[in-house]
């Protein structure tokens, strides 16, 4: 997962809560059904994924897919 601040011809925008997420059109069968959120911890913060999907993972390179 990246921050960009340009939208790709193959992206998909979603948005909410005053928050616009891109994803990529090969992406979404992996993020359905998702719950994106922002986490602070005595780490830092970060987005979480989380996701019911029983595909193991997306390829997004994210902890929380499990890639």
């Known amino acids: 997962m ?7 011809e193959n992206d998909i925008v ?3 809560f005053g ?3 891109l994803t990529e ?3 979404t069968e992996y993020l359905e ?4 959120d922002y986490v602070e911890s005595q780490y830092g913060g970060g987005f979480e ?3 019911n999907n029983p595909g193991g993972g997306c ?9």
């Open 2 to 8: 990246t921050l960009d601040e340009s939208k790709n």
């Open 19 to 21: 928050v616009t997420i």
């Open 14 to 16: 979603d948005e909410g």
């Open 25 to 27: 059109d090969k992406l």
């Open 33 to 36: 059904g998702a719950v994106i």
């Open 59 to 67: 390829d997004s390179g994210c902890s929380s897919c499990g890639s």
């Open 49 to 51: 994924i989380k996701t």
